[in-house]
């Protein structure tokens, strides 16, 4: 069993950053660790970055479209911890962020369905 727990999330106005971070638990090898959100309103999970695990020295990352270069995802020096950096953020931004764990390898990044663990979700709220 994996479990994730996020944290950093809050209000901020448009243009400013914030910094999300989520930590696994567990002894389950993981793959991947990534990013979603989930908008008001909505109930698909939009993909907003991955990054691989597997190997260290080569770490792989993947950003949804309209990231445009103002995230940027990495791992953390403790095992299995992932951060996300948001920068020039917008009030469309604002949604629920969730981190989601894969164990298995080869998975599309990109969708929800391919990942077995998620956290319960920051919220991060973007006022104009």
């Known amino acids: 069993q994996v479990q994730l727990v996020e944290s950093g999330g809050g209000l901020v106005q448009t243009g400013e950053s914030l910094r999300l971070s989520c930590a696994a638990s567990?002894?389950?090898?993981?793959?991947?660790m990534g990013w979603f959100r989930q908008s008001p309103g909505k109930e698909e999970r939009e993909f907003v970055a991955?990054?691989?695990?597997?190997?260290?020295?080569?770490?792989?990352?993947y950003y949804g479209e309209f990231v445009n270069g103002r995230f940027t995802i990495s791992s953390g020096n403790a095992k299995n911890t992932v951060s996300l950096q948001m920068n020039s953020l917008k009030p469309a931004d604002t949604a629920v962020y969730l981190c989601?764990?894969?164990?298995?390898?080869?998975?599309?990044?990109?969708?929800?369905?391919?990942?077995?663990?998620w956290g319960q979700g920051a919220q991060v709220t973007v006022s104009s």
């Open positions: 989601a764990a894969g164990v298995g390898g080869g998975i599309s990044y990109f969708a929800p369905t391919q990942y077995d663990y």
């Open positions: 567990g002894s389950t090898f993981i793959y991947t």
């Open positions: 991955a990054i691989s695990l597997n190997d260290l020295n080569d770490q792989r990352t």
